[in-house]
Nanobody, 130 residues
């Protein structure tokens, strides 16, 4: 499994960016895909996850409180790509953003734990200037 994250950059506060995570060797229609971020001197933290429950043929999305209402996670299974649309960016959103994947649906909040994901992309830098 290979994950390739892209789309980071420098943006002013209030601006927007869209991150992409393209995957190979993984069926996004049955996986849990997550975004995490790590700022300098801080631990890696959960940002968002999208989980597809194949037995229900439906999915759910989850967000950290700090990004709820500003970030939107989505997926394009045909392209095996997950997106993170980030709006109303704040300086405190500055971090390296990582996409992560797990081959199964994660339940009960497990989708917010970095150690539950088996595959990681290389990270993309997002810098928000004030």
């Amino acid at each position: 499994v290979q994950l390739q994250a892209s789309g980071g950059g420098l943006v002013q506060a209030g601006g927007s960016l869209t991150l992409s995570c393209a995957g190979q060797g993984l069926s996004f229609s049955r996986a849990t895909m997550g975004w995490f971020r790590q700022a300098p001197g801080k631990v890696r933290e959960f940002v968002s996850a999208i989980i597809w429950y194949s037995f229900r043929n439906s999915g759910t999305t989850n967000y950290a409180d700090s990004v709820k209402g500003r970030f939107t996670i989505s997926r394009d299974s045909a392209k095996n790509t997950v997106y993170l649309q980030m709006n109303s960016l704040k300086p405190e959103d500055t971090a390296v953003y990582y996409c992560a994947a797990e081959k199964v649906a994660l339940y009960g909040g497990a989708w917010s734990s970095a150690d539950r994901y088996g595959y990681w992309g290389q990270g993309t830098q997002v810098t928000v200037s004030s």
